[in-house]
Each structure stands twice: as C-alpha cells, then as structure tokens.
C-alpha cells in the first residue's frame, strides 16, 4: 500500500514526533509491507526553509531521515505522463492504460523519462540532490505558488457566464498539451477531450484537479488559505495511492467532486496522520 501524507503531517513525524517518531513510522510501514509516497512538492516544501538564513530547521537532517522510510517518489509531471498515454491510446483506437507515476529515485521524478543525466551517481542522497537544486536555483518559484493560485481562483469567479466543464476543458487539454510539447498532429483536438472526459479513469489526475478546481471557483463565499492551495497540488497525486491525507476542506471539495464524476477514491482520504496510522498499524 502506498501513503500519501501532506507536508504537514509528514513535518508533524519527521520534526515534532507527531503523532509518532520517524523512526518508529518507518517501522510500521516497513513491517506491513508499505511505502511513503513523496512528491515533488512535498520535498519542496520541507526544504523551503533553505530560503531563510535565520531558519532554524535542519533541512538536512530532516531529508536524511525521510530517506530512512520505505519510499516511492511520484513523478513530478503526471500530467505530461497521462497526456502521452492518452494520446497514444486515442491515436490507437485502444483503451487508456492506468500509468506508474513512481520511480525510486528523486532525481527521476524530475526527468520526464525519468532518464536524468544524473543517474550515472550511483550513491545520490536526497539531501544532496535538494542542495544542489538549491545551489544551482532549482528550489524557487513555490515561495508565490499559493498567492499565484488564488489569483487565479478569484479571476475565475468574477467570469459572469462560465463555460461548461466539458467544453472548457478542450481548452484545458489544448494548452497542457502545448505546454508539455506534445504532438497532435492528426488528432482532433476537441475529440480527443472530449473521449477524456467522457471516462474519469482516463487521465484521472488531471479529471480530478480540473473539477476541484471548479469546485472552489463555484463556492465563491470561501475564503482560501495558502494551505487550501497547497493541498490543491498534492491533490494530484491521489488516484496513484491507496492513504492520503487532506485537510477537511479540500476532503469535502475532493469528496463533492468524485462523487459528481463517478470517480471512486473518498474512502482513500483521511484527515491526519494518527488516521493513516490507524489503517497501517492497527491503531497501535
């Protein structure tokens, strides 16, 4: 089973032992046959206190001892990685095939190949990885991510006739698919939307961002927190493990969502990490 924890419940393990040490989460995953499932994201997150000289916090030590866990990395493009297999399947005339977002290594989250020029290191630690991203500027850009998203919402909310989710979302498919640098060349971009959206188990991670996003827009009278945002992007990560943890507003917006589509994966979503530890430890 792989678990999804959000950077703050997993900071809560690595820093507070809260709800329990590292070391003894490590254990309970270890004994049960799991794994920690990491994002992009998530290690950025943690190591965002490399930004601030008067920090504290020992990113270092921190990364260390994740790596102690059982863990898979998720890609950091799923969105590239299901485009391209929606593509050659529509292309095809075949079904879409569930793809494997995880890779062993950091590194090869970060490659959309997962064939970086770094993987002739053989012993490269996420601690060194992250610090050479660091040294070399690769950590910038999350700092504005939350403020960027709510801009965003709220220009979405002053549209006064929206477009329908199924005809908006050809646009979205149409911009992704040029921002990834995909060729459609062939292919009606419209018919291949809409064979997406028809069936919310293909792409379903970007189904599922597309309509929480939706969801937020609709619900005008919430007032985000740069943490809402922050969940919105683990969110992607959802249909690929089997525990997650998102806080009660963006559960409830996740839940309304995948209800609404047909997309089975609210029973996959928990609130803290004392509730993973519960499904994984027996309450233990």
Request: some cysteine; hydrophobic content about 35%.
């Given at each position: 089973?792989?678990?999804?924890?959000?950077?703050?419940?997993?900071?809560?393990?690595?820093?507070?032992?809260?709800?329990?040490?590292?070391k003894q989460f490590?254990?309970?995953?270890?004994?049960?046959?799991?794994?920690?499932?990491?994002?992009?994201?998530?290690?950025?997150?943690?190591?965002?206190?490399?930004?601030?000289?008067?920090?504290?916090?020992?990113v270092?030590?921190?990364?260390?001892?994740?790596?102690?866990?059982?863990?898979?990395y998720?890609?950091a493009?799923?969105?590239g990685?299901?485009?391209?297999?929606?593509?050659?399947?529509?292309s095809?005339?075949?079904?879409?095939?569930?793809?494997?977002?995880?890779?062993?290594?950091?590194?090869?989250?970060l490659?959309?190949?997962?064939?970086?020029?770094?993987?002739?290191?053989?012993?490269?630690?996420?601690?060194?990885?992250?610090?050479d991203?660091?040294?070399?500027?690769?950590?910038?850009?999350l700092?504005?991510?939350a403020?960027?998203?709510?801009?965003?919402?709220?220009a979405?909310r002053?549209?006064?006739k929206?477009?329908?989710?199924?005809?908006?979302f050809t646009?979205?498919v149409?911009?992704?698919?040029?921002?990834?640098?995909?060729?459609?060349?062939?292919?009606?971009?419209?018919?291949?939307?809409?064979w997406?959206?028809?069936?919310?188990n293909?792409?379903?991670s970007?189904?599922l961002?597309?309509?929480?996003?939706?969801?937020?827009v609709k619900?005008?009278?919430?007032?985000?927190?740069?943490?809402?945002?922050e969940?919105?992007?683990?969110l992607?990560?959802?249909?690929?493990?089997?525990?997650?943890?998102?806080?009660?507003?963006?559960q409830?917006?996740?839940?309304?969502?995948?209800?609404r589509?047909?997309?089975?994966?609210?029973?996959?979503?928990?609130?803290?990490?004392?509730?993973?530890?519960?499904?994984?430890?027996?309450?233990?």
């Open positions: 089973m792989k678990v999804y924890l959000d950077t703050k419940d997993l900071i809560g393990i690595l820093q507070m032992a809260n709800p329990c040490t590292a490590a254990q309970y995953l270890l004994q049960n046959g799991h794994q920690l499932a990491v994002s992009y994201y998530t290690i950025m997150e943690i190591s965002a206190p490399l930004h601030h000289p008067s920090s504290q916090v020992n270092m030590k921190i990364l260390n001892d994740l790596t102690q866990m059982p863990m898979a998720v890609h493009d799923i969105r990685l299901e485009l391209r297999e929606a593509l050659d399947a529509f095809s005339n075949r079904e879409y095939q569930n793809i494997s977002p995880f890779v062993k290594r950091f590194d090869e989250a490659d959309l190949s997962a064939e970086p020029g770094t993987q002739q290191f053989i012993n490269y630690s996420l601690s060194e990885i992250v610090w991203l660091y040294t070399h500027g690769g950590l910038q850009g700092d504005c991510y403020k960027e998203m709510k801009g965003y919402v709220a979405d002053a549209i006064r929206p477009p329908s989710l199924k005809g908006h646009k979205i149409e911009r992704n698919l040029r921002d990834d640098g995909l060729s459609c060349q062939g292919v009606s971009i419209k018919n291949f939307a809409n997406i959206y028809d069936n919310p293909r792409c379903p970007i189904r961002s597309y309509e929480v996003w939706h969801e937020i619900n005008k009278g919430d007032r985000l927190a740069d943490s809402d945002m969940d919105y992007q683990h992607i990560c959802l249909p690929y493990v089997d525990l997650i943890t998102l806080d009660r507003r963006m409830h917006y996740v839940s309304q969502s995948a209800a589509i047909g997309m089975q994966c609210s029973d996959r979503i928990l609130k803290s990490a004392k509730e993973i530890l519960k499904q994984i430890a027996g309450g233990n």
